[in-house]
């Protein structure tokens, strides 16, 4: 959850004496400043009543009302986050739902989920939360903060929370807005006060949305740096459940085309050609969508032409894509110049591929060493080691390596020709081909180091054989 930078949880001091209110909020006249969005024009909406036994994830368009098109929103788009409503009461429910399925939202995973707080945090105990969290209360003051207390428990640090609840009291709101939620509605809400919410936390002009740059590279070529860089754009994705976008910097040789199974018209060297003309609306078009939460920004991958573009049109290009999803994975070329060594001093994350053999070693601490001395405050490269325990080649052993960086390896990853192999050839993801692998509990291990994120663990089921029953297994 969101929180000014002096706090780390945005609700560690619910128990701080600065905590408690001096204002009654059980009075019997309670300061009334009137609805803060009653200058929106009322949308006019008949509700539908939902038919019984209508399961609650099965929504259609034509289930709910449409939105009146005169609006005062404009051309407001929702980027590419994940977005979970949980109302308590039918009115919000109606709101929750008309607004999810509103064409502003398309670009948005949108959950409504009825339950409030309580539920979604129920939900969260197991699951990762969303870029933003939309919950309803009808509890008081002290309820409401009890019950967000619990909430930022279970919350990732960056997750938005917007909270729908039932007093207006402009001390609660202030209380809540110093906590770390990032706004407070008063029900009842409608739909288009909802998408406008959404839209003034995600579509600011002065506090744009910039979603978080992971930076692949490999320390010499061949360490398979692009097939980690997309396993784990993949991971992140589908086991995270976090939209994602791939952006592929090897204009020539770029293989994330292949490795999707991919062949999109337009991707990276359409937007650099003209980053000027690059707007939302044409680069919706150019992202191919691989799974539900996955977008690809491919390279041509062709020779057919002289990739001549700057270091401005390709600063302009990466700021434009971080603004469409919360991660961006950057797959960057074994090459170095200008516009390279901004991406990666520009990201938030990176991480260098690299293999146990002396030019690995060689260029990864050169590469170490630069990033610390320009980014002496950021997180230091991630490092991982690649194709270890190749049958019949020498190698530095693991020790030895760590011992000459100064940093450990995030993980190790062992030389497994018939996997990669196999999902290179098929166009799959690790995870995919060969979800009991070493290589996919080492990328999700990569994956829950770098985003801080922990993934669902799913128990097995126990044995129904027949042998089983008869047979038990001694303990």
Known sequence: MSSPARHNDPFDSFDDADDSFTQNYEAAHPLDLGDPFDDLPDADLQPLTPEPGLPRQALTAASFTAIEPTDDLGAVSIPRIGIHFFPKNDTTLQACD???????MARAQSLVRRGGIDEAIAVYQQEPTPSLLIVESSEAAHGLLDQLGRLAEVCDTNTKVVVIGAHNDISLYRELIRQGVSEYMVAPVKP??????????????????VGRAIAFMGARGGAGSSVLAHNFAHSLSEVMQANTVIADYDLPFGTAGLDFNQDPLQGMADALNEPERLDQVLLDRMLTRCTERLSLFSAPASL????????????????????VAPFIVMDLPHIWTPWLKKCLIAADEVVIVATPDLASLRNAKNLIELLKSFRPNDNPPHIVLNQIDMPGRPEIPVKDFTAALGVAPACTISFDAKTFGQAANNGQMIAECAPASKAHEA???????ITGRTPETKKKPASTSLIGKFFPKKK
């Open 304 to 323: 057919d032409q002289d990739y001549l573009a700057d270091e401005h049109a390709f600063e302009e290009v990466t700021r434009k894509v971080r603004s």
């Open 443 to 449: 990328l999700l291990a990569l994956t829950a180091t």
């Open 192 to 209: 288009l006060q909802l998408i406008k919410s959404i839209a003034t936390l995600f579509n600011d002009p002065e506090t744009p949305f």
């Open 98 to 104: 008309t607004a999810a399925l509103d064409r502003r």
